[in-house]
T-cell receptor, first 113, second 115 residues
C-alpha cells in the first residue's frame, strides 16, 4: 500500500531563512507525488507535482522539490522564507492508474519576523 | 472563473441528526472527489465520481454515509444518524477528468461539528 510520512508537524523558520519540509513515501511502483498548500481559511492548492519527468520540480511562489528514489523522499524547499509562506503544507502520493491521493498529516510552517 | 464551492461552510448539529453537505465543482470538470479531514490529519479519501456515477466509494466509513451526483455536476454528501466522531472538515475537489497526474481543485471545505 502507498503511504506518505511528513516529519515535523510544526516547523518554524526566520524570514529570509531556508525552508525545508520533509516528505517520505512508500510505494511498490513508481509514484506520482504532490505538494499542496493550505492558507488560513482557504482550500488546498497545488504547489508542485512530480510525474516521472525531471526529478527536480519547480512550483509556484519559489518552492521546489526533488524526487530521490534511493531515499524515497520528496522534500520541499525554498531558499528564502517570506511571511506570506506561513501555511500548512501537505505531501501526497498517487499510484499510476489510480485517482486516490494519499495525503500526509501535514506540516504547519511558521515564519518568524 | 468560479472555483469549487461548498456549502455550508460551517454546520453544527446534534448527535443522531441528518446532514447534507453540498459541492458545486468547477464548470466542465467531470471528476469529483470527497475527502474528510479530521483534526491534525491529512485529507482522507471518501468517494470519487466520474460523471454521474460513483466510480469508487470504498473510502466511505460506513452505510450512514452516502453521496450522489445526479446530473454530473453538483454533488451532495449525506450523513445519517450523525455521531460525534463524524466531526471533521469535509473537502470536495474536482478535476477535468480521470487519472492521477492532474491537479485536484479543492473547495474551502464544510466544517461539521456534531455535539
Amino acid at each position: 500500500a502507498q503511504s506518505v510520512t511528513q516529519l515535523g508537524s510544526h516547523v518554524s523558520v526566520s524570514e529570509g531563512a531556508l525552508v525545508l519540509l520533509r516528505c517520505n513515501y512508500s510505494s511498490s511502483v513508481p509514484p506520482y507525488l504532490f505538494w499542496y498548500v493550505q492558507y488560513p481559511n482557504q482550500g488546498l492548492q497545488l504547489l508542485l507535482k512530480y510525474t516521472s519527468a525531471a526529478t527536480l520540480v519547480k512550483g509556484i511562489n519559489g518552492f521546489e522539490a526533488e524526487f530521490k528514489k534511493s531515499e524515497t523522499s520528496f522534500h520541499l524547499t525554498k531558499p528564502s522564507a517570506h511571511m506570506s509562506d506561513a501555511a500548512e503544507y501537505f505531501c501526497a502520493v498517487s499510484v499510476s492508474g489510480t485517482y486516490k491521493y494519499i495525503f500526509g498529516t501535514g506540516t504547519r510552517l511558521k515564519v518568524l519576523a | 472563473g468560479a472555483g469549487v464551492s461548498q456549502t455550508p461552510s460551517n454546520k453544527v448539529t446534534e448527535k443522531g441528526k441528518y446532514v447534507e453537505l453540498r459541492c458545486d465543482p468547477i464548470s466542465g470538470h467531470t471528476a469529483l472527489y470527497w475527502y474528510r479531514q479530521s483534526l491534525g490529519q491529512g485529507p482522507e479519501f471518501l468517494i470519487y465520481f466520474q460523471g454521474t456515477g460513483a466510480a469508487d466509494d470504498s473510502g466511505l466509513p460506513n452505510d450512514r454515509f452516502f453521496a450522489v451526483r445526479p446530473e454530473g455536476s453538483v454533488s451532495t454528501l449525506k450523513i445519517q444518524r450523525t455521531e460525534r466522531g463524524d466531526s471533521a472538515v469535509y473537502l470536495c475537489a474536482s478535476s477535468p477528468g480521470s487519472g492521477n497526474t492532474g491537479e485536484l481543485f479543492f473547495g474551502e471545505g464544510s466544517r461539521l461539528t456534531v455535539l
